[in-house]
């Protein structure tokens, strides 16, 4: 027995008995039932078109001054409210960093502050700019971005999927390269967000986001510009020192938005028109065979159907991106909270509802199911390469396979 073997059987049973441990040893909790009340009101705010000074914010400004929508439906829109946007509802992240070159030659960039660009304004001296972001950060490096608008569809499920649970795919994954005696590198290796207060994270495009709660004050503060108690609202970086007079949101309005999302459904499994079951069934085997399921996997924990590990994986330099709501939090020096994610790391998106969320990619760079495919490098390059090498009839299955994921269905 090779000594390669002997390793990765060795790594195997170090770290099987933690897997175990963390996967099986303790039910998750029981679905809370939505507040059908709250869900109603979180629905009229939802669609709410707001304005500065709104009269459902009194005790602040309302929109803006800063915002990229007037409401949340102006992007979750595409497959029914609470969809995916569309590429005009894109964002602009930044990210500002000194570039230096040591004295070993390797050149380094720290990220000094990352942000918004926001699309709009509520007065002409709040509007943002690439120019005024450069002359208010002399000395850094700006590097901007789009980013598109997630699918909300099913997010209840995600959100209550375990910390336990995601830490299982961690381990899976690295049971998987350390078992692997030739090729290991050609293993996608993703790995959990550990945030400050000792959470994962599951949502966002970098996975920097635990809750869904904390997801809807995030978005709100930073999207509207509706500054809630957990969440300040976005400041406009042209013109420095502006407060407002109170919070937009209260923590209940929130909390409404909040049960409102949790009441959408969960996306389908449905054949497009005029597709055989058999077609759809054999592009799913060959969605395994060719390695997309490594991680894009079809469930977490008891959550069927999502295709995510919710974990991020390094998607090479041609992917690369950086930027987001705001500035990591500073964690208590007691506490493990990973490294943030590298501008080439990205969070498996969930493939479920893909097929009502084109374009796709995280800025919307592919028209196609097909293009989407083709544009992964990095960890995901395996599963690309083995695509390409597919007859032009099963990358068709495949991808038929795809075109099946479809956002809830009207009733």
Same mark, same amino acid.
């Given at each position: ?72 439906? $102006? %992007?979750?829109?595409?497959? #029914?409210? /609470? ?5 005009? @509802?894109?964002?602009? =992240? ?124 995030? $978005? %709100?503060?930073?999207?509207? #510009?509706? /500054? ?5 609202? @976005?400041?406009?970086? =042209? ?143 395996? =599963? ?28």
């Amino acid at each position: 027995m090779s000594r390669q073997l002997l390793g990765g059987l060795a790594l195997c049973a170090a770290l099987a008995a933690p897997l175990t441990i963390k996967a099986f040893s303790a039910r998750p909790p029981a679905p809370k039932p939505i507040d059908v009340s709250a869900a109603e009101a979180g629905k009229a705010l939802f669609l709410h078109e707001f304005t500065a000074n709104d009269p459902l914010c009194p005790n602040g400004d309302g929109l803006g001054p800063v915002f990229n929508a007037k409401s949340c439906v $102006a %992007c979750h829109r595409q497959g #029914g409210v /609470g969809g995916s946007g569309p590429q005009d @509802a894109n964002v602009h =992240a930044f990210i500002a960093r000194i570039i230096t070159c040591g004295n070993d030659g390797i050149v380094r960039a720290n990220t000094q502050k990352s942000g918004l660009i926001h699309n709009a304004a509520t007065r002409p001296d709040f509007r943002e700019t690439e120019e005024i972001l450069k002359a208010t950060s002399p000395n850094l490096d700006i590097h901007v971005t789009e980013r598109k608008t997630p699918a909300l569809f099913g997010a209840k499920l995600i959100d209550e999927i375990t910390d336990r649970e995601i830490l299982a795919n961690e381990r899976a994954q690295q049971l998987r390269r350390g078992m692997a005696v030739e090729g290991s590198d050609r293993v996608p290796l993703g790995r959990a967000v550990r945030l400050v207060g000792n959470r994962i994270g599951r949502f966002g495009w970098k996975g920097q986001t635990a809750s869904l709660s904390d997801f809807v004050q995030a $978005a %709100c503060a930073n999207e509207l #510009g509706l /500054g809630n108690p957990n969440q300040a609202q @976005a400041q406009s970086f =042209a013109k420095a020192g502006y407060t407002a007079p109170g919070f937009d949101l209260s923590l209940e309005q929130c909390d409404q938005m909040t049960a409102f999302i949790q009441s959408l459904p969960r996306p389908e499994e449905l054949a497009p028109p005029d597709v055989s079951s058999a077609d759809v069934e054999r592009g799913r085997a060959l969605f395994s065979k060719v390695g997309c399921a490594e991680c894009h996997q079809p469930d977490v924990g008891r959550v069927t159907g999502i295709y995510s590990d919710l974990l991020l994986h390094d998607m090479g330099q041609t992917l690369s991106a950086g930027g987001s709501y705001n500035d990591p939090p500073i964690p208590d020096p007691d506490e493990f909270v990973s490294a943030p994610a590298k501008q080439s790391e990205w969070r498996t998106p969930p493939l479920w509802g893909v097929a009502d969320a084109a374009p796709y990619m995280h800025d919307g760079r592919a028209a196609t199911l097909e293009e989407a495919i083709r544009a992964h490098t990095g960890q995901g390059d395996p =599963a690309r390469t083995a695509f390409t090498q597919l007859a032009l009839e099963e990358q068709k299955q495949l991808v038929l396979f795809l075109k099946s994921l479809r956002a809830p269905q009207p009733r």
